[in-house]
Structures are given as C-alpha cells and as structure tokens.
Nanobody, 123 residues
Framework: QLQASGGGWVQAGGSLRLSCEVS????????MRWYRQAPGKQRELVAV????????YALDSVKGRFTISRDNPKNTVYLRMNSLKPEDTAVYYC??????????????????WGQGTQVTVSS
C-alpha cells in the first residue's frame, strides 16, 4: 500500500514536498516514481529513482526545479518541488515496484500506485 501526502495550494514560485510511504509485508522496493495528471490530460511520468538513488527526470519542464529522493529504511519516496508554476497543477501519484510476501510466505512482485495528492499552483 502506498500513501501519498504533501500536496496543497501554493502561489507561483513557491515550494512543496510530496511524500509517499510504502507499507505492508515488504521484502524489497525497486524503482520508485512520481507521475502527474493535469485536468483533461493523460497521466505522465515526472521522475524515477532507483534503489541506489540514481534519478532521472522525464519532463524537461521540471529539470532543475524538482528533486526526487528516497529514504530506503523508511520505504519512502519524496518529490521536492521548487519554483512552482501554474502548469505544474495536477494530481501527483507515486508508484513503486515492490516485492512482498503474501500470507503463504510466497514472493509477490507488483507495481503499486498511491492514491494521488492534489497540487494547485496559482498565478
């Protein structure tokens, strides 16, 4: 289960930090990602980070303004967003590749989504 938080309303130029914690009977978390979906648009990948901390930003518009990071002991991924613009307004979703154990102690691999957190940037 992924629980995202940290969204809200901010004026242009402001900052927010999103958090997303993975919970459950986790054996390992591989890549973690942030996506966003603006009204009337398709969901798009924002950034991805590997277990080792290597990151990649899929959108040129966020490079230099957004920073993805993770805390492995806390099973949490973050997205620090600076210099926010109205066009960053969207619902932000976290996503993770998780290897977990089921009730039968069997490994189960899956790609899981958080519930989304709204970010609104006013001009």
């Amino acid at each position: 289960q992924l629980q995202a938080s940290g969204g809200g309303w901010v004026q242009a130029g402001g900052s927010l930090r999103l958090s997303c914690e993975v919970s459950g009977n986790i054996f390992r978390i591989d890549d973690m990602r942030w996506y966003r979906q603006a009204p009337g648009k398709q969901r798009e990948l924002v950034a991805v980070i590997t277990t080792g901390g290597n990151s990649n930003y899929a959108l040129d518009s966020v490079k230099g303004r957004f920073t993805i990071s993770r805390d492995n002991p806390k099973n949490t991924v973050y997205l620090r967003m600076n210099s926010l613009k109205p066009e960053d307004t969207a619902v932000y979703y976290c996503n993770a590749d998780v290897l977990s154990l089921n009730y039968a102690s069997e490994y189960v691999a899956g790609k899981y989504w958080g519930q989304g957190t709204q970010v609104t940037v006013s001009s």
